[in-house]
């Protein structure tokens, strides 16, 4: 059964620290990792997409790195703000099938 | 980037009636558009995937007759509510994909919905 799991599940941190989210997969054979922004009430906002045959994308702040061979994602965040506060979501995008596999989520807080 | 336009963002209705719920692809042909239902502070869970003009693929646990999908067009993708009850009160999303990009999906900004 492919699942993502993210730890943890929720993280609070003082402004200016740098920080590392979890996402972890079952399934190796996955064609892409993506991570999504969540704030609260909100949709979803695309962070970082990461292609199985790549090891890493970074936007600003963010990094993203994958590791298929032990099932691992890791969202960092650099010189955190307030601003960055919110539900970080990882999905992982399997082709059997052709659904996103979503984990649960870490809620992050950032505290000025 | 691609745009998915949901709508309404929220919804309150008495509980019986039913709801509807549009999501629309703004510049990409959506062949496959896909429903997510959250509960508060829990992850996405797919109810279902329907690809233009075919019904749609339902999730195990998900009532097929409760959630009514239709993607007749395109560019639009229909999620209807039946006779909904307070226990439905939840916030859902729509997502889009394209036949280009099939392994890439788009998300809409989801609807709250709060059934009385």
């Known amino acids: 059964k492919q699942e993502v799991t993210q730890i943890p599940a929720a993280l609070s941190v003082p402004e200016g620290e740098n920080l590392v989210l979890n996402c972890s997969f079952t399934?190796?054979?996955?064609?892409?990792l993506q991570w999504f922004r969540q704030d609260p009430g909100k949709g979803l906002t695309s962070l970082l997409l990461?292609?199985?045959?790549?090891r890493e994308q970074t936007s600003g702040r963010l990094n993203a790195s994958l590791d298929k061979s032990s099932g691992r994602s890791t969202l960092y965040i650099a010189a955190s703000q307030p601003g960055d506060s919110a539900t970080y979501l990882c999905?992982?995008?399997?082709?059997?099938?052709?659904?996103?596999?979503f984990g649960q989520g870490t809620e992050l807080s950032v505290k000025p | 980037g691609a745009v998915v336009s949901q709508h309404p963002s929220r919804v309150i209705c008495k509980s019986g009636t039913s709801v509807k719920i549009e999501c629309r692809s703004l510049?990409?042909?959506?062949?496959?558009m896909f429903w997510y239902r959250q509960f508060p502070k829990q992850s996405l869970m797919l109810m279902a995937t329907?690809?233009?003009?075919?019904?749609?693929?339902?999730e195990q646990g998900v009532e097929k007759d409760k959630f009514l999908i239709n993607h007749a067009s395109l560019t639009l993708s229909t999620l209807t509510v039946t006779s909904a009850h307070p226990e439905d009160s939840s916030f859902y999303i729509c997502?889009?994909?394209?036949?280009?990009?099939?392994?890439?999906?788009?998300f809409g900004a989801g609807t709250r919905l709060s059934v009385l």
């Open positions: 329907s690809n233009e003009g075919s019904k749609a693929t339902y």
């Open positions: 997502s889009a994909r394209g036949a280009l990009a099939k392994n890439i999906q788009y």
């Open positions: 510049d990409f042909q959506a062949t496959t």
């Open positions: 990461i292609q199985s045959s790549q």
């Open positions: 399934d190796s054979a996955i064609y892409n």
């Open positions: 999905a992982g995008y399997y082709n059997q099938g052709g659904k996103l596999i």
